[in-house]
T-cell receptor, first 111, second 110 residues
Framework: EAQVTQNPRYLITVTGKKLTVTCSQN?????MSWYRQDPGLGLRQIYY???????DKGDVPEGYKVSRKEKRNFPLILESPSPNQTSLYFC??????????FGPGTRLLVL | QQQVKQSPQSLIVQKGGISIINCAYE??????FPWYQQFPGKGPALLIA?????SEKKEGRFTISFNKSAKQFSLHIMDSQPGDSATYFC?????????FGDGTTLTVKP
């Protein structure tokens, strides 16, 4: 089954404790992205990658890191999480200029 | 600076009616304009999409109208059904970069 998977689905952490949210796709997509979704603000792109070892900032990259060492994986790293990073996070993948397939989401609470 | 503006924020339509959601963009580099549907607790899923060389695209009850000169595009849902009640997002993208509208919560009354 073609899909985007994210782990964990739910996470509660404390300020400053490094965390990683994993994302994997099995559709051989070149493009991958991370978004955060907050009430009333829609989805805002954090980082995106157009291929292995190619990443670029989206609209809200501050406080986040990403890497793309393999085509299928695109982890999101929060080196020192803060409460304003409490949000619902989505990973997505696509071929160029085609629809994005979204993962199920990761709900993060930073205390 | 918000590059994609979506309206209305919420919409209530009677069953069988037409739902219309509008979006306006600023960056002329955008080359792909999808609409996504999101149900509570789920990730967004593609509904219908259009490229700027086409002025209209129809798939079943869903139609996108695209006005390149005005930098606007809209989603029309014909014969709206209660099962269409969801949040709808327009988006605009190019070269991997995507910008979403703030979303429209559609409620279809039976």
């Amino acid at each position: 089954e073609a899909q985007v998977t994210q782990n964990p689905r739910y996470l509660i952490t404390v300020t400053g404790k490094k965390l990683t949210v994993t994302c994997s796709q099995n559709m051989n997509h070149e493009y991958m992205s991370w978004y955060r979704q907050d009430p009333g603000l829609g989805l805002r792109q954090i980082y995106y990658s157009m291929n292995v070892e190619v990443t670029d900032k989206g609209d809200v990259p501050e406080g986040y890191k990403v890497s793309r060492k393999e085509k299928r994986n695109f982890p999101l790293i929060l080196e020192s999480p803060s409460p304003n990073q409490t949000s619902l996070y989505f990973c997505a993948s696509s071929h160029p200029q085609e629809t994005q397939y979204f993962g199920p989401g990761t709900r993060l609470l930073v205390l | 600076q918000q590059q994609v503006k979506q309206s209305p924020q919420s919409l209530i339509v009677q069953k069988g009616g037409i739902s219309i959601i509008n979006c306006a963009y600023e960056n002329t580099a955008f080359d792909y304009f999808p609409w996504y549907q999101q149900f509570p607790g789920k990730g967004p899923a593609l509904l219908i999409a259009i490229r700027p060389d086409v002025s209209e695209k129809k798939e079943g009850r869903f139609t996108i109208s695209f006005n390149k000169s005005a930098k606007q595009f809209s989603l029309h849902i014909m014969d709206s059904q209660p099962g269409d009640s969801a949040t709808y997002f327009c988006a605009a993208s190019y070269a991997g970069k995507s910008t979403f509208g703030d979303g429209t919560t559609l409620t279809v009354k039976p």
